[in-house]
Structure formats: C-alpha cells, structure tokens
C-alpha cells in the first residue's frame, strides 16, 4: 500500500470539488482520477496539474484506471447519476446499485485492501453495497453519512448564536436524507449544554427545530438555485480523506455499519464515529432519549424497506 496514494472514481462536479480542495490544501502525495469519461479525465487530470505551481506541497495527479487501485491508501467513489426531476429515491438507489456493484467489482479485481469512502447517493445504501460485494471488514468501507448534513447544522448554529464554528460541538445522526435528527441532549457550545445556553437566553426551543429545518432543505434550496450541491460535500470528503491520512482519530458522524448497537444491526447509517488509518475504529454510542432513539429506529426502517426494494437482489444477482 503507497501511502498517500488516493483513487477518486467518478469526475463530476462532486469527485472534482474534492480533488481540487486536496489540491489547495495538500497533504496527498498520488492523486488518481478514473471516470467512464476519458478524454474528461484527462481534461481533469490537465487542469489541476496546472494549478501545482502555486500549490502547497508537490502532488502527482494523473488519469488511471481500476489497476491503479492496487496499492491505494484510499479509494473515493463519487460516480453514480444524480437524481432527475420526478424520479423517486427508490428509482435512483436501484440504477446507482448497479453502477456500484460494477465500480465495487473492477476495484477489487486489482487486489486493492485499503479504505473505501462512498459519497453517491442514497448513500447509505450505496455504501452498504459497495460492503457487501467487496468483502472488505466494515470498518474499510465508510458512506460519507452525515458528515455534510453535520457541516450545515454547525454552520447554522454558528449563525445563530453569534459563535465559531469551530466551537460548535454538534451532530446530525440517521441517514442522509430527510429522516435526520440531531440529539440535541449532545449538542454543546463550547463547553456548555445547547439547551442551556436557549433557557438561559430565553430562546424558544422550536428555534431549534427551525435550525434542522435549514438543514434537511438546504440541499433542495441549493439544488432549486444552481442546479447541484458539490463545493460543500467536496470539502467534507477531503475532511474524511484527511482523517484517514493523518491517522487523526477524529469524531466525523459517517455512515457505518450498526452490529449492536443502538439497537440496529445490519444496516450503515449515519453516527458518530472514530476515525483513523484504520478507517473506523469504533463508533461511539451516544445515550439517545426515548424521542432520539424512535426517530433512529425510523431512519433505519426507511432505509432497511428500501433496501429490500430495491437493492437487495442486485447483491444477490452473480
């Protein structure tokens, strides 16, 4: 395995938001583009490079093929088709099924044992496939889960309360969709209970259901806007890359696979997770109230159901 070698699969607006975030920030050593497009990821592969001059840190990005995950620390997949108008969740999770049982296949045809990160949606079924045909031990293939929803909710939060966002200690759990909850019993300003600090302002608790609000609609406000969401999950995936990299050990809330606990198994789904070469090393099991772990257990429902609906016989199928 090369250290610091990352394989991007998939050079749409969302694979090259993160690739060119990589670029600016640094800390990639080989960054290997592959798409069904060529000549597009060549054009990918040519634009970047130009940028290395001015660059922190030297990088080698070039235009490969599924051979090149062999020895990749991390393997990105972004590829998959967006969501036209009028078609529902359900229509969409069966078409990138496929797409993901294929690209799942080619990369591990080439003997590649690294990590795994998948962004294409619905992700959280997305990834679960990508688990079951690659074989790899859950804790190598992590969805990006809620990680951008939990970017939103601090962003929002921020807003509101006239504070960093660094000092916003926050986070959206279930799946990455519509189903999403914040336990807000866990959300801190600082050091200090989020609850709290409402009470003490004489802030109305349904501000904070407003502030999820904002979150679960923004994707839709921005998708009515410009058309696509990408700079945001962009930057989100290099956080998650980055994490792995830099054996950080960091919390980010992905979406990983439930054996035991929270009273869910079989299922990836998003959580509060450690993060770390390794991938993830343990989630952490948050003590959910009654509400919380009802709007948990409806979020894993809507993804098992669909699921079985639509996916399961794509695993199934030789």
């Not at 051979?67 to 998959?80: E, F, L, N, R």
């Not at 688990?131 to 990680?147: H, M």
Request: glycine share 8%; charged share 25%; aromatic share 6%.
């Amino acid at each position: 395995m090369k250290k610091g070698k990352v394989v991007l699969v998939g050079t749409g607006f969302v694979g090259m938001s993160m690739a060119y975030s990589m670029l600016n920030r640094g800390g990639i050593e080989e960054l290997i583009l592959i798409d069904i497009d060529k000549e597009k990821t060549k054009g990918e592969e040519m634009d970047l490079s130009h940028g290395l001059p001015y660059a922190p840190q030297k990088m080698v990005i070039k235009a490969g093929n599924y051979s090149d995950c062999k020895d990749a620390q991390i393997v990105v997949i972004t590829a998959g088709i967006a969501q036209k108008p009028g078609q529902t969740r359900l229509e969409l999770a069966q078409v990138n099924a496929k797409i993901m049982k294929q690209i799942t296949v080619s990369i591990m045809e080439s003997g590649f044992n690294g990590i795994v990160i998948v962004a294409s949606n619905p992700v959280d079924l997305m990834t679960y496939i990508v688990w079951k045909t690659s074989k790899l031990p859950n804790n190598q293939v992590i969805g990006s889960g809620t990680v951008l929803d939990t970017a939103r909710l601090r962003y929002l939060m921020a807003d509101f309360f006239k504070v960093s966002s660094k000092n916003v200690h926050a986070y959206i759990m279930g799946e990455h969709g519509d189903s999403s909850f914040v336990p807000w019993n866990h959300a801190y300003i600082g050091c200090k209970k989020v609850k709290d600090i409402m009470k003490d302002n004489g802030h109305p608790m349904e501000d904070l259901k407003k502030i999820h609000e904002g979150v679960v609609n923004a994707a839709y406000e921005i998708i009515e806007k410009k058309k696509a969401t990408y700079y945001g999950i962009g930057m989100a995936l290099n956080r998650l890359v980055r994490a792995i990299l830099d054996d950080e050990n960091s919390i980010l809330t992905v979406s990983t696979y439930l054996k035991n606990k929270y009273g869910q198994n079989d299922i990836y789904i998003g959580v509060p997770a450690i993060i770390n070469e390794n991938g993830v090393r343990e989630l952490i099991e948050l003590d959910l109230n009654q509400e919380e772990q009802e709007k948990l257990n409806k979020s894993c429902k809507l993804i098992k159901e669909m699921r079985k609906e639509s996916i399961e016989k794509i695993i199934e199928e030789e």
